[in-house]
């Protein structure tokens, strides 16, 4: 865990000393289980990060990687929208 974390903050660090202007989207999927077992549920988890320098607008995120014939969705979706996502703020720099 600590591990993603660094990666998370050396890509948003690299993406602040870029100095290009606009929304710049950092996501990963991860799956929280242990292990996948035949018959249990799966439990994934999404973040999407703005290390850009302005809101990005209109985003959509959609995992077509479980097909509905194998897979059926307990809780949570996989197909989500959002108007805005601000950006991030690293080390007071605004």
């Known amino acids: 865990m600590i ?3 660094c990666v998370i ?6 993406g602040l000393c870029s100095g290009e202007d606009g929304a710049r989207l ?10 996948a077992v035949e018959g249990r549920d799966l439990t994934l988890q999404y973040n999407i990060y ?4 302005s809101a990005a607008l209109e985003v959509e995120l959609s995992d077509d990687s479980f097909p509905p014939e194998d897979f059926g969705i307990v809780s949570g979706m996989l ?3 959002w ?5 991030i703020y690293i ?4």
């Open 83 to 87: 108007d805005r996502i601000a950006p």
């Open 26 to 35: 950092l996501a990963s999927k991860s799956l929280l289980n242990r292990y």
């Open 3 to 5: 591990q993603r974390l």
């Open 91 to 94: 080390c007071g720099t605004f």
């Open 50 to 53: 703005n290390v850009g320098s």
């Open 79 to 81: 197909n989500v929208k």
């Open 9 to 14: 903050v050396l890509l948003a660090l690299l």
